[in-house]
């Protein structure tokens, strides 16, 4: 190849270099100029958020009653186990809770296992047997937590409460959410010297719940208390704050 075709070999390829890089220019500058105008400024639009809330005493609580035992032979462990969580659920049934509302939420067998000078030692096995009890009673909560702990039960915790019908009080909640996101849209726009009109978007927030009153926390230590026959564990319930949020866009 002489010279004068490697010089024109060379130029072709530097002006295809130039093409391509421009032409990677000419695309970038277009969707950067495209995302801009799909992105634009919205006018005349009022946003504002809004917030309801229920507060509303619960009619339904969930108790987790636990049986744990520790044995060198685990089937004794387990039978033992099985015999004490037996008496409690009969118990349970006998005071009027329906069999569908005792719920095992949780069985295991673990081995209680010690190292000494590097050696392995099994000490045991520890059965743990756990119940989710539905209470559809509230004012029974401190009888069916006392009913348990006389018949054996050495873990009770996690006691929360809760509306049956969420549903229709959520529904509640999210009309005022509404309302209160009028009222706010309303004081900004007479302020602005404006007048909003039919919302053009509406959206759902997130639902939550506040406790008011006793938590109920602790039961696990109280348990270790003196509870007679006829005594039995004192549990305010308090009430429950059902929260509902909109978002709402008005067109001005």
Request: no cysteine; glycine share 8%; net charge negative.
């Amino acid at each position: 190849m002489n010279k004068k075709v490697l010089i024109s070999f060379i130029s072709i390829i530097l002006i295809g270099g130039m093409l391509i890089t421009g032409s990677a220019l000419i695309t970038q500058d277009e969707t950067v100029a495209n995302a801009a105008q799909s992105t634009g400024t919205r006018e005349n639009v009022i946003v504002v958020y809004g917030e309801g809330k229920v507060n509303i005493k619960p009619d339904i609580a969930y108790i987790n009653v636990g049986v744990e035992t520790l044995d060198k032979d685990a089937k004794k462990a387990q039978d033992i186990n099985k015999t004490t969580m037996t008496k409690v659920i009969d118990k349970l049934k006998s005071m009027g809770i329906d069999e569908k509302d005792i719920k095992t939420i949780r069985y295991s067998v673990d081995q209680e296992i010690d190292y000494v000078d590097g050696k392995r030692n099994v000490l045991g096995y520890r059965v743990y047997n756990t119940i989710r009890i539905t209470v559809k009673k509230i004012d029974k909560v401190g009888e069916v937590v006392n009913v348990a702990y006389n018949e054996g039960a050495n873990n009770i915790y996690g006691i929360s409460f809760d509306i049956a019908d969420r549903k229709t009080v959520y529904k509640q909640a999210l009309q005022k959410a509404i309302d209160d996101a009028k009222d706010k849209a309303d004081v900004m726009a007479k302020q602005a010297g404006v007048k909003i009109g039919k919302p053009i978007a509406i959206y759902e927030g997130y639902q939550g719940d506040v406790f008011y009153g006793a938590r109920n926390s602790g039961f696990k230590e109280d348990m270790a208390m003196d509870m007679g026959a006829e005594s039995y564990v004192p549990v305010e319930v308090g009430e429950l704050e059902i929260e509902a949020n909109v978002t709402v866009e008005y067109k001005y």
